[in-house]
């Protein structure tokens, strides 16, 4: 049987940069809090859901009704948890900037799952059933999102009540978080993966050959 000997230090340090450079930056951080808000907005934006707020009183005054979809409960339901949301992401380490944050496996992953579906013996140093926990990366993400929100509470409830004809990230992310010089990832949108099929055809061939390989050449 073939063995790769994968370490998960060079896994990690997958097309490689400094730590603090792999680390989520403020740009990326906002960027898919206002994504993930948006689209979870967006689930209940047809709502017909009328709510009827106050008490009923002796006067016979009846309660006040407001649309759900533009109400403050809708808000909140959206906010509720949104920085989970972001768990959902991995690290797709052969993509540039923002771009390496996307929700399904990597194309690394995929590889190395492909192999061990063929009978090849993968090591990265922790156990198979834990390769599909979040990373280090996306955790930092998840908690960087959680201050971010608090701290620009009522920038997000300004937004929602007054200004949802802009997109979040422009009224938030450009307008009040981040200085001009850190806005880069706002305008990288992702275009589709480039060069996979040349990639597959190597490790199959790599695998057929009976070498062994460490992650930087995968």
Known sequence: MNFFLLSFFWLSGFLIADEDERLPNKCEVCKFLSVELQAALAKTGRSKEVLELGEVLDTGKRRRKIKYNTSETRLTEAVDNICERILQYSVHAERPGS?????GASQTMTTLKNLVNKGVKVELGLPYELWDEPSVEVSVMKKQCETMLEQYEEVVE????HHQDQRLERFLCQSQVLQSSEQECLNEVWKGDTGIKGAEEATSE????GKTHDAGEL
């Not at 300004?158 to 009540?161: A, E, I």
């Not at 790599?206 to 050959?209: I, R």
Request: no cysteine.
């Open 99 to 103: 771009l390496r944050y996307a929700k």
């Open 158 to 161: 300004d937004w929602y009540f």
């Open 206 to 209: 790599s695998a057929g050959e």
